[in-house]
């Protein structure tokens, strides 16, 4: 990937947080630190790699995509809504009891949108059924599944990583959001997950650890999960959450909380100065 | 003689035969000689996935392929399937309305010896409640094979629940029709009418035999769906013989005898004595010594239909 592919995707990712504000603030309502931390991720995921025929959402052999952590729409809407999937205007109706654009991910009707998620840890055994089933129908397809460091303490997560690893589902790439926080504190202080890497490592994983707001080191994981034979892959991705918004960042207090007019103004003003570095 | 079979029994030959479709694709939680999934297992091992003891995957699993556009059935006794994935079958298969076959095997009290952890009494109610959901308890082998056939060709989340002992067949005679939906009028009568779900059919049917030595004329509805309900015969009976009992080996609370409650009450009030257990826990034993244990017997039957209709006549 060039230089100016890599600031092509940075600014992608900087457009999603920036729109992502902007549906929150006309929602009053959303989760923004674990959107924050995944617009990199969604970036190259849906602006570079993915197979994908916006105009043909259902498309039967496009690549699956499963957000296991549902909340996360703040990252997600944007997302296909600037990929063309429904018009960008839609996004000002999220989380409105007359809008499709329901506070968790919607698989009916939202387009894009591949899986209903939402209870936390369902998402990543949705998404070894639709590796499972490319193998069954013979199709090249492949299912991307973001889930969440925190979600990781759901059990069912396990379930589907000991299948995943026993049936050597090649055709499925997990993407950890490793953004340390989850709703009541950080994740060490809740439950510690502790080695993440050696934890998939034994459930049968390709493993990576890479810096999840490094356009290029994501989409150097995913090729090489690709090329990777054999094995599921696991791209620990490490994050911030709440990136971009200084006083959002690492911290839980910013998990599913609105802002008030002032912060609005200040995170707005925190995105304008990025925006003009990432133009300089 | 009658065909005696249990409705696993006459699953598994249904499954394998409605395998012919090749969109369909069978799930089972290592439990797959006792549900039944394996006879299909042995036919399309290709097709077939025994996903180790975890429920709750193997239902987010089916999800998964029924987006995709394969027809999963998912396999493990009731306690396990409605029971233990209860949020799975709700969040990711009924939710995004996903065309998941849900199969709970050894539901009852009749799985016997095994006791109340895996005796589930509760599964009807769970499943009904959940928006969307069809819900079917079929009585005997003939009613699986259709219900099998129905379900396999109706699109959309679906709950079968299925028993371990071996039972009479009832259905298997001119003029029987499965329809979703629909319940079957086993026998015509007036002064009260039993509806039973299940193995209960059977002794709702013994029930009526032994009330027409006293002159008692009994209807008797085997109600295979519980939802959607169907609710012109559930009027039909209330209206035409006034007395109304439910059968079904289930918790009397949030099961069939409710699902008939809530129907007529808003319409056609009548009263409606409910044969079920009884807001309790079952334990280890001898499955018919539990049915008798617990009440499921045609002596209660009789005894409701009785107090129904002095209720109607009062």
Redesign the interface.
């Known amino acids: 990937m060039d230089a100016q592919r890599v600031r092509e995707l940075e600014k992608k990712a900087h457009e999603l947080r920036v729109t992502g504000l902007k549906m929150v603030r006309c929602a009053r309502s959303g989760h923004i630190g674990g959107a924050f931390s995944l617009s990199e991720i969604m970036a190259v995921l849906y602006f570079e790699k993915m197979n994908i025929r916006p105009e043909e959402p259902k498309w039967e052999d496009r690549d699956r995509f499963v957000l296991s952590k549902g909340h996360a729409t703040v990252a997600l809407y944007p997302t296909l809504a600037l990929r063309g999937f429904f018009p960008v205007e839609d996004l000002k109706t999220f989380r409105r009891i007359d809008s499709y654009l329901s506070g968790h991910a919607e698989m009916t009707q939202v387009p894009g949108v591949d899986m209903s998620t939402g209870s936390l840890g369902q998402g990543l055994s949705a998404a070894v059924g639709m590796a499972t089933a490319a193998k069954q129908l013979g199709k090249s397809y492949y299912t991307y599944a973001v889930i969440g460091d925190g979600e990781l303490e759901e059990g069912q997560i396990w379930e589907a990583c000991m299948y995943a690893g026993a049936n050597k589902l090649d055709n499925l790439i997990v993407i950890v959001d490793s953004n340390k926080v989850q709703l009541d504190g950080t994740v060490e202080e809740v439950l510690d997950t502790g080695d993440l890497e050696a934890k998939f490592r034994s459930f049968g994983f390709n493993v990576f650890s890479i810096n999840g707001h490094d356009v290029k080191q994501i989409s150097d994981a995913i090729d090489e999960a690709k090329a990777a034979k054999g094995r599921p892959t696991a791209i620990i991705a490490n994050t911030v959450k709440g990136k971009g918004v200084s006083f959002m960042e690492n911290t839980c207090k910013w998990h599913g909380k609105t802002p008030c007019d002032e912060e609005f103004v200040l995170a707005f003003d925190e995105l304008e100065k990025i925006s003009k570095e990432l133009e300089g | 003689m009658a065909e005696k079979i249990a409705t696993r029994h006459a699953y598994g030959e249904a499954l394998t035969e409605a395998g012919s479709d090749p969109r369909i694709?069978a799930l089972d939680a290592d439990v797959s000689t006792c549900t039944m999934s394996c006879m299909f297992g042995e036919k399309y091992p290709?097709?077939f996935?025994n996903?180790?003891i975890?429920e709750?995957?193997m239902?987010?699993?089916?999800?998964?392929?029924?987006?995709?556009?394969?027809i999963?059935f998912v396999h493990s006794f009731a306690m396990f399937t409605a029971g233990r994935a209860y949020?799975?079958i709700r969040?990711?298969v009924a939710?995004?309305?996903l065309n998941v076959k849900v199969v709970g095997t050894h539901a009852g009290l009749t799985v016997g010896e095994d006791g109340a952890t895996h005796q589930c009494l509760e599964d009807i109610g769970l499943m009904r409640v959940i928006p969307g959901m069809v819900v079917i308890c079929p009585c005997d082998g003939n009613e699986t094979r259709e219900a099998v056939r129905a379900i396999a060709k109706y699109e959309g989340p679906c709950y079968l629940r299925l028993g371990r002992l071996a039972v009479e067949s009832v259905t298997d005679r001119p003029g029987y029709r499965f329809e979703i939906g629909k319940a079957v009028t086993l026998k015509e009568g007036s002064d009260a009418t039993v509806i039973a779900t299940g193995l209960m059919v059977q002794v709702a049917l013994k029930a009526a035999e032994e009330l027409e030595k006293e002159n008692i004329n009994v209807r008797v509805l085997d109600m295979h769906t519980i939802k959607p309900l169907d609710r012109e015969a559930v009027l039909k009976a209330a209206r035409e013989t006034g007395a109304i009992v439910t059968a079904e080996e289930h918790n009397v609370l949030c099961g069939l005898g409710s699902a008939v409650c809530e129907a007529i009450t808003e319409e056609y009030p009548v009263p409606v004595l409910k044969v079920g257990t009884m807001d309790t826990f079952g334990k280890s034993g001898n499955p018919l010594a539990l049915m008798e244990k617990y009440g499921l017997t045609k002596e209660n039957i009789i005894e409701k239909v009785k107090k129904g209709i002095a209720l109607k006549n009062d």
Request: negative net charge; without cysteine.
């Open positions: 694709v290709e097709r996935y996903v180790g975890a709750s995957n239902v987010g699993i089916a999800a998964g392929m029924a987006a995709t556009g394969l999963p949020d799975q969040n990711s939710y995004p309305g």
